[in-house]
């Protein structure tokens, strides 16, 4: 398996699960009554993100999963962004 192939791939799966993660925030602090902007999702996502975990640590005493799925999938992504970039620098450089 071609291995640009592959991390892009995980930069494709790994940017839909961020995306689903943000939205599924975004529902979650909609239902708990704070006042969110679905306009404004992308530019306020991580303020949300935060208020999400400090929301469900007053509640549960844990941070809720969904933060952590916000956090993994985009360093997942930005991981495999940086492999693909550095993986097309070696081939132009061969």
């Known amino acids: 398996m ?42 306020m996502a991580p303020k949300y993100a935060s208020q999400y975990r400090e929301t ?4 549960t005493g844990e941070t809720g999963p969904l933060f952590y799925h916000w956090i993994v999938s985009i360093n997942t992504a930005w991981v495999a962004a940086i492999l693909l970039i550095l993986d097309q620098i070696s081939r132009g450089r061969s």
Not at 56 to 59: F, S, Y
């Open 56 to 59: 469900t640590r007053k509640e």
């Open 2 to 43: 071609n291995c640009t192939f592959l991390a892009a791939s995980i930069v494709a799966i790994a940017v839909t699960w961020h995306i689903v993660a943000t939205m599924m925030i975004y529902e979650a602090l909609r239902k708990m009554g704070l006042k969110v902007s679905f306009i404004f999702l992308r530019l």
